[in-house]
């Protein structure tokens, strides 16, 4: 029966990661998948998330099925977050938002949403792009195309190619967007960048899909969602997947938001109807735990700010190491090569390492980097980096 079932070449992010638990040397690095570890080299428990966790402990009760959308609770403090207190679109209940399983799967959720009510509509996603955002939307049905983005000569943005690429995307067709900290290349375009991009979103009648995966990972809560408020005030329909799996260090826990920007209460209402459906279809209704303790934290000041606090120290931490790499590579890497490695922000940076010069540092020094040569630097440490640079060192000399 199932004789013709190929084998499964494998994922590029998370089979490495897998590679890496099998990997039996002591002394081996994993700066392969976008988690980030603290310096002694562990997933951090967030204090403001295990007193959470020890409240809820107490009140734990029987478990019903959640809702299909989710936990009433947790969907608006999700939509607080990603759109601000004072959105106006919020306010007036034109912002549809359904509870997810992680990122990935508002990014599902909303891509089935699409390919039913968009049927002809293509994707256009930025070249580069998270190795997984082409695979969750041609598993959808659609064709995904690429847009200009980063440019290696330089390690920044291209930004006038990209500009001028979406410009030329046929009406109608939807463009994903990364709202901060892009992955897997660590370049983000600026505010007045941002309202170019959209000009020409609203102008050429196109439907961003913005992933925020690290809001406060780059600037600031506030500011990595400059992207998305700025949509919503303008008015552009949309749609934002959003994830806590990197800022609440809840990756297991599978906590994600899908919301889209409509033009009026009852079209928001129809939306989340239609949304729900395809939950339904695909897993009923998500998971309590996790929704629980995010809403918590979110909507209990002291909880909250203690989130904020530790999230900021998880920003400066991932600087200093920033620094400490870049200064470990300067007699190894020169130039723009090097200074890549302080401009680029959030968890990644694109280091120009060609597959080849990776397979030799994973095989020959224990140091995991994806074949892009993406490097998630939030796996570096003091007692690491020292190490990965001089493994970088080598690979670069030979
Ligand atoms: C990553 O990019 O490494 C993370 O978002 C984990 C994943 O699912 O790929």
Redesign the pocket.
Known sequence: MFEHIEAFPGDP??SLNEDFQQDPRTNKVNL????YFDDEGRLPVMKAVAEAEAALLSDMGPRPYLPMSGMAAYRQAVQALVFGEDCAARAEGRVATLQTLGG?GALRVGADFLKRYFPKAEMWISDPS???HRVVFERAGFKVNTYPYYDPATGGLKFDAMLAAIEAIPQGDIVLLHACCH??TGVDLNQDQWRQVIGVLKARKLLPFVDM?YQGFGSGLDDDAFAVRELARQNVPCLVANSF?KNFSLYGERCGGLSVVCQSADEASRVLGQLTGAVRANYSNPPTHGARVVARVLTTPALRANWEQELAAMCQRITRMRQAIHDHLREHVSGEKLSRYITQRGMFTYTGLSADQVDRLKNEHGVYVLRSGRM?VAGLNERNVGVVANAIGQVLKA
């Not at 392969?32 to 988690?35: F, H, K, P, V």
């Open positions: 992010i998370l392969s998948i976008g988690i990935s998270w190795e997984n992955n897997p995966a799996s998630c």
